[in-house]
């Protein structure tokens, strides 16, 4: 099944990417920090968010409980370049999003 990445309209908070279950990140591109926020179904929540360098290196990991929704992620110490953030929900499902760093 395809995931649907919908592209979130430039404002204060710049631009950034929707998933088809509602993982938003924003600014992208972004420079120093990354906003995350999510929803998710009925009995699902975001259970972990990681990002990956290119390489494959893991360069963030955080658990997340049932009511939590928002995270900020600092970017300030990494190369700019490009990342992956894998969000993981309760039922093991997984979503990707494509980040820039300037």
């Given at each position: 099944?395809?995931?649907?990445?919908?592209n979130?309209?430039?404002?204060?908070?710049?631009?950034?990417?929707?998933?088809?279950?509602?993982?938003?990140a924003?600014?992208?591109?972004?420079?120093?920090?990354?906003?995350?926020?999510?929803?998710?179904?009925?009995?699902?929540?975001l259970?972990?968010?990681?990002?990956?360098?290119?390489?494959?290196?893991?360069?963030?990991?955080?658990?997340?409980?049932?009511?939590?929704?928002?995270?900020?992620?600092?970017?300030?110490?990494?190369?700019?370049?490009?990342?992956?953030?894998?969000?993981?929900?309760?039922?093991?499902?997984?979503?990707?999003?494509?980040?820039?760093?300037?």
């Amino acid at each position: 099944m395809d995931k649907k990445i919908t592209n979130l309209p430039a404002g204060e908070l710049g631009e950034g990417l929707i998933t088809e279950r509602g993982i938003k990140a924003y600014p992208n591109p972004l420079k120093e920090t990354l906003n995350v926020s999510w929803g998710a179904p009925d009995r699902i929540f975001l259970k972990s968010i990681q990002v990956y360098s290119v390489g494959g290196n893991s360069v963030f990991k955080k658990n997340y409980n049932a009511d939590d929704r928002q995270t900020t992620i600092t970017f300030q110490q990494l190369p700019p370049g490009t990342y992956l953030l894998v969000g993981q929900y309760s039922d093991s499902k997984t979503e990707t999003i494509k980040l820039i760093k300037n």
